[in-house]
């Protein structure tokens, strides 16, 4: 049981070009999410999912996308990335949106875009 | 909308101090709390939690009550201890949505 895993750990991007953070759960968790981390402003909520084929959006949607065609894997992604996503990106899990189940964090990605 | 607001820090204390990092939130309905605990590195894991107001949520000598009356779940421990270094989030959940203070960082010296 891996539990939350993201990909990449690190990356580096110049202004305008895309990429996609994956994120991956093995615990058949119907709820996840992503969120960016800066100094100063704690953990922010960008999208997230309540169920495969279901996305929705957070407090700063604005430069991502995100998909979710399996209940697994809750990809996000970057179309023209700009200096202000540089930002450290945690993935998490939840076994459902109702109640108060526990979220379940990824270890990050670090992504700095120049 | 939907916040929480908690102390700022950097918070220094020797070992074996008495901690407090408080947290009042802002929200509509009823919400549930949390706080959750970052080590270097590493992702958010889950501290503790309360579901409804009075209720008192503890782990690993950590506690924190639900006060509805004063919207804080203020985070206490009697004794820390130097591997308590970390940072520190109070949360809540209203509805499919997460909210997170801005992060309280502790360091404990020996």
């Known amino acids: 049981n891996a539990g939350v895993t993201q990909t990449p750990k690190f990356q580096v991007l110049k202004t305008g070009q895309s990429m996609t953070l994956q994120c991956a759960q093995d615990?058949?968790?119907?709820?996840m999410s992503w969120y960016r981390q800066d100094p100063g402003m704690g953990l922010r909520l960008i999208h997230y999912s309540v169920g495969a084929g279901i996305t929705d959006q957070g407090e700063v949607p604005n430069g991502y996308n995100v998909s979710r065609s399996t209940t697994e894997d809750f990809p996000l992604r970057l179309l023209s990335a700009a200096p202000s996503q540089t930002s450290v990106y945690f993935c998490?899990?939840?076994?459902?949106?109702?109640?108060?189940?526990?979220?379940?964090f990824g270890p990050g990605t670090r992504l700095t875009v120049t | 909308g939907d916040s929480v607001t908690q102390m700022e820090g950097p918070v220094t204390l020797s070992e074996e101090a008495f901690l407090t990092i408080n947290c009042t939130y802002t929200a509509t309905g009823y919400p549930s709390l949390f706080w959750y605990v970052q080590y270097p590195g590493e992702g958010l894991q889950l501290l503790l939690k309360?579901?409804?107001?009075?209720d008192k949520g503890s782990n690993k000598g950590f506690e924190a009550t639900y006060r509805k009356e004063t919207t804080s779940f203020h985070l206490e421990k009697g004794s820390v201890q130097v591997s308590d270094s970390a940072v520190y989030f109070c949360a809540l959940k209203t509805g499919n949505q997460f909210y997170f203070g801005t992060g309280t960082s502790l360091t404990v010296i020996p």
């Open positions: 615990m058949n968790h119907e709820y």
């Open positions: 998490a899990s939840s076994y459902s949106t109702g109640g108060t189940y526990e979220q379940y």
């Open positions: 309360a579901t409804k107001a009075d």
